[in-house]
């Protein structure tokens, strides 16, 4: 006959994969996110111009949503990226740079579309990214949430916009000026990123040091302390970086 360990045993195990959790940021109370980062499918059309579409699209479906930002904005050769909204086949995300602009909103922006039984509509639009080359999304997903980080910049990382997909709309939950650093230049930091609900608060969770500021007159590095997560909370405005414990 087995026998049991003594209770003192699952009491030692108990703590020490506490503490192990407590190191990696994560609690018995987190719900963590899906990440999903689409593959892209180019379609060049010269040397100069082409866009490109999610490869869980089909080609003709990619091409008819293509056709139609080109159509609802009357251009006939610009770039569009067209993505498949994780959980929602009747709903797409396209970053566009077709939409007029004006001085204070222009440049690259993410569109969300839905396919009904009489064609294509536009539900809503985010604001244009400026200068920004840049507008590379990553979605997360948890339920029924869908939730988009976006890398901007140009030549180098500008940081990371946020946004929820809510009733048909696209929320705005703010910016997080922050990347990634290399000895040369800032990148992308979202794929070291990890969202996650920590009770009723959303949370983003960096596990790599973080330049703040990138680019501009804060510019400051900051770094991970005894390997923990640099940790961002929505407060239902905008995301606050927490103080972490020493």
Not at 113 to 119: A, F, H, N, V
Not at 146 to 162: H, Q
Not at 212 to 241: A, H, I, T, W
């Amino acid at each position: 006959m087995r026998k049991k360990p003594p209770l003192n045993f699952f009491v030692m195990v108990t703590l020490l994969l506490g503490g192990v959790l407590a190191e990696s940021g994560f609690s018995g109370g987190d719900t963590p996110f899906q990440r999903i980062q689409p593959q892209m499918i180019e379609v060049q059309f010269n040397k100069h111009f082409h866009w490109e579409y999610d490869d869980h699209l089909s080609r003709k479906k990619a091409e008819a949503l293509y056709r139609f930002n080109n159509q609802l904005y009357k251009e006939t050769k610009s770039y569009a990226g067209v993505y498949a909204c994780p959980g929602r086949p009747d709903l797409f995300i396209m970053v566009s740079n077709s939409v007029p602009g004006t001085a204070q909103d222009f440049g690259k922006r993410f569109l969300l579309i839905r396919k009904t039984p009489k064609g294509l509509i536009l539900l809503d639009q985010s604001r244009g990214m400026m200068d920004s080359y840049i507008l590379q999304p990553t979605f997360f997903t948890s339920k029924d949430r869908v939730i988009i980080l976006g890398d901007t910049g140009a030549e180098y990382s500008w940081g990371v916009v946020a946004y929820e997909i809510r009733k048909d709309k696209l929320k705005y939950l703010g910016t997080l000026s922050v990347a990634k650093p290399t000895e040369e230049t800032t990148i992308n930091p979202i794929p070291d990123a990890i969202l996650k609900l920590s009770g009723n608060k959303l949370r983003v969770e960096f596990h790599t040091d973080l330049v703040f500021d990138p680019g501009g007159r804060k510019d400051r590095l900051v770094k991970r302390m005894k390997g923990r997560p640099l940790v961002f909370e929505y407060d239902g405005k905008e995301f606050q970086l927490k103080k972490s414990k020493k």
